[in-house]
């Protein structure tokens, strides 16, 4: 087939051009998806190529493009039969990379200067132009930035659509394609009544998604990193409330962040028409063409983006619903169907979005660390070109050897700025020498302050480091060449309440007395008097390991084959067997060893074999 050359695949009463399990999927803001099987008779069989074949399906009654894009996948089976993928034309623009950008201006001028980037690169049949764009930043004016490339695709649905809301579709006129970014949805005239054309509704509720008190945030203030709040236009609350909702499902809040708005009367309208939308944003209503065409509703007219009126007075609904989803049935029209309201987020869809979020999060860290690395640099840059001259001075060795120094007064001695330059390396004072900075000749470097992309952990050796700096690696105390290293955790008053050093490890009471101490192989308790409460400890007795276990004037001892209990009345012993001490009944003896013996305080004793009472002796010495 040549290019430009037509071959049809589909064609109804056909039986030559057939094709089976023909359906468009067509979501919201989503690349429209076309799947059909082929056989290998059809005569478009060998024609359909990968990326290179464009695939338009046409709707015979309407003779309206319903679907237009390109072959994607095809897997074959046993018989042959290919299973063909197609995506629609508004994955073009995931061909395209754009580069690092700071974009400050109207939506329309960022998504027609993305257009243009992306046309500037591709083949005519992939080009797009720009349509109707009708979606406005609240103060028409937008920044938008990124230090990386990503596809034009992406930065249309992270930049703009996730942050200004709208909606995007690709336009067919004379053979062009293009894209408007729509702030408002279509009408329907249709209207669905249940019990009239609507013979099902589902209803579907998530706990967790439900939110009937919003606090809105806008942009964060550059100066005080204060995020926007409402309260200035709203009566000095900085959050607004459904009362029905509240009602129905109690108090529940959301911080939701619109960060590019910087008008408190805009974040209002925002906060106002999101919580609004939450009263529908349960409902989901799922209509099959069975249920409707017959009863004077035509699903095929329900196109993603397009707003339906809902009557149901068993559900007291009155209200305009979104369609967000259509499924069209190429083979049979009766299986046609539609969802009305929020369709339900898979588990797929909330992997990206949380992936998508902790992207956004990283790359803010990284931008920001970027930002104070950048800050340094100009600072030390301005600082060089504005520092005045220093003087040379040049110290000839015995061996003959030099040893040169600069430095900013006339004569060294009265110097406060030094640098030296020896066999040991260079060092940095300003001071007079009296602390030294620089590099040593095996590669150590001391600084005052260091500015870098990441510090190895092994480079730390004192000093306090905060721990939103630290991202891995391992942290050592102690050891042969590290010195007495200490971690401390501080509350918000600087009251230290843990600390871990080469010792052991202290948590610390209000009045700066050890609660708990770890060390040495034994955990040591304090009352809040500062006074030992107890004890618990590993301890040898003769070959038997074992736990020592104090409190106040008793002490509990754990071996291997025993147990006592000294401070009370009572002291057991199992030579060689075991103790079982069970809804106040004690056994004596294992498996193994069939005699036992008990004694008690007062000198007396029992003796037991194989579970018998066999003899023993009273506290005066008499036999038992």
């Known amino acids: 087939m040549t290019a430009g050359e037509e071959t049809y695949i589909l064609q109804v009463n056909d039986e030559a051009l057939a094709v089976s399990e023909a359906q468009i999927q067509e979501d919201l803001n989503a690349v429209p998806a076309l799947?059909?099987?082929?056989?290998?008779?059809?005569?478009?069989?060998?024609?359909?190529?990968?990326?290179?074949?464009?695939?338009?399906?046409?709707d015979m009654d309407s003779q309206n493009e319903v679907f237009r894009g390109r072959c994607l996948n095809d897997d074959s089976d046993f018989y042959n039969t290919k299973t063909v993928t197609c995506e629609g034309c508004l994955a073009y623009l995931l061909d395209v990379q754009y580069p690092p950008y700071v974009h400050t201006g109207s939506v329309a001028v960022f998504l027609g200067d993305l257009l243009d980037y992306y046309n500037s690169r591709v083949t005519d049949k992939q080009k797009i132009e720009l349509g109707n764009v009708t979606v406005v930043d609240p103060n028409d004016y937008i920044r938008r930035e990124s230090e990386d490339y990503d596809s034009i695709y992406n930065i249309i649905q992270n930049k703009l659509i996730q942050s200004l809301d709208g909606w995007i579709q690709i336009r067919r006129v004379n053979g062009k394609n293009y894209l408007d970014y729509l702030a408002d949805y279509y009408e329907s005239d249709q209207v669905i009544r249940f019990g009239e054309n609507l013979l099902d509704l589902n209803q579907h509720i998530k706990g967790e998604s439900i939110k009937t008190v919003i606090i809105p945030r806008g942009a964060e203030n550059e100066e005080t990193g204060e995020r926007l709040s409402i309260a200035s236009v709203n009566n000095g609350l900085d959050y607004i409330k459904d009362d029905d909702l509240v009602a129905a499902y109690g108090w529940i809040e959301a911080v939701v962040d619109w960060d590019d708005v910087t008008d408190p009367s805009n974040l209002l309208k925002k906060a106002q028409d999101y919580l609004k939308d939450c009263r529908n944003m349960e409902i989901t209503i799922e209509l099959s063409a069975v249920d409707a065409r017959l009863l004077g509703l035509d699903?095929?007219?329900?196109?993603?983006?397009?707003?339906?009126?809902?009557?149901?007075?068993?559900?007291?609904?009155?209200?305009?619903?979104?369609?967000?989803?259509?499924?069209?049935?190429?083979?049979?029209?009766?299986?046609?169907?539609?969802?009305?309201?929020?369709?339900?987020?898979?588990?797929?869809?909330?992997?990206?979005?949380?992936?998508?979020?902790?992207?956004?999060?990283?790359?803010?860290?990284?931008?920001?660390?970027?930002?104070?690395?950048?800050?340094?640099?100009?600072?030390?840059?301005?600082?060089?070109?504005?520092?005045?001259?220093?003087?040379?001075?040049?110290?000839?060795?015995?061996?003959?050897?030099?040893?040169?120094?600069?430095?900013?007064?006339?004569?060294?001695?009265?110097?406060?700025?030094?640098?030296?330059?020896?066999?040991?390396?260079?060092?940095?004072?300003?001071?007079?020498?009296?602390?030294?900075?620089?590099?040593?000749?095996?590669?150590?470097?001391?600084?005052?302050?260091?500015?870098?992309?990441?510090?190895?952990?092994?480079?730390?050796?004192?000093?306090?480091?905060?721990?939103?700096?630290?991202?891995?690696?391992?942290?050592?105390?102690?050891?042969?060449?590290?010195?007495?290293?200490?971690?401390?955790?501080?509350?918000?008053?600087?009251?230290?309440?843990?600390?871990?050093?080469?010792?052991?490890?202290?948590?610390?009471?209000k009045d700066n007395t050890k609660k708990v101490e770890i060390y040495d192989g034994k955990i040591v308790l304090t009352d809040g008097l500062g006074e030992k409460a107890g004890e618990i400890r590993t301890t040898n007795n003769g070959d038997t390991n074992g736990v020592d276990i104090e409190a106040g004037n008793s002490m509990i001892s754990v071996f291997d084959t025993w147990v006592r209990v000294m401070g009370s009345m009572l002291a057991l012993y199992a030579v060689g067997g075991t103790i079982d001490i069970i809804a106040n009944t004690i056994t004596i003896g294992g498996s193994t060893t069939k005699t036992g013996r008990a004694e008690f305080s007062d000198g007396s004793y029992l003796e037991f074999k194989n579970g018998f009472l066999v003899g023993g002796q009273t506290a005066d010495g008499g036999s038992i």
Request: glycine share 10%.
């Open 35 to 58: 799947s059909f099987k082929i056989p290998q008779n059809n005569p478009g069989y060998d024609h359909l190529k990968k990326l290179e074949s464009e695939v338009v399906a046409m």
């Open 299 to 509: 699903v095929r007219r329900l196109q993603p983006g397009m707003l339906v009126q809902v009557i149901s007075e068993p559900h007291h609904l009155n209200e305009k619903f979104l369609c967000s989803s259509k499924t069209t049935n190429l083979l049979d029209p009766s299986q046609d169907k539609v969802v009305l309201g929020t369709t339900m987020e898979g588990f797929t869809q909330s992997i990206k979005r949380d992936q998508m979020a902790s992207d956004e999060k990283i790359e803010s860290v990284n931008k920001t660390l970027s930002q104070e690395i950048q800050q340094s640099r100009d600072e030390f840059k301005e600082a060089i070109e504005n520092a005045s001259g220093l003087y040379e001075t040049k110290v000839t060795q015995p061996d003959g050897s030099v040893i040169t120094y600069y430095h900013d007064k006339k004569n060294l001695e009265d110097s406060q700025i030094l640098m030296v330059f020896n066999t040991a390396g260079f060092g940095i004072s300003s001071d007079g020498g009296q602390n030294w900075y620089g590099m040593q000749v095996d590669g150590d470097f001391i600084a005052n302050i260091l500015t870098a992309t990441g510090v190895k952990a092994e480079w730390v050796r004192t000093g306090t480091m905060l721990a939103d700096r630290i991202k891995g690696g391992t942290l050592e105390l102690g050891g042969v060449n590290n010195g007495n290293g200490v971690i401390r955790v501080i509350d918000a008053s600087g009251n230290v309440l843990v600390t871990i050093d080469n010792t052991g490890v202290y948590t610390t009471a």
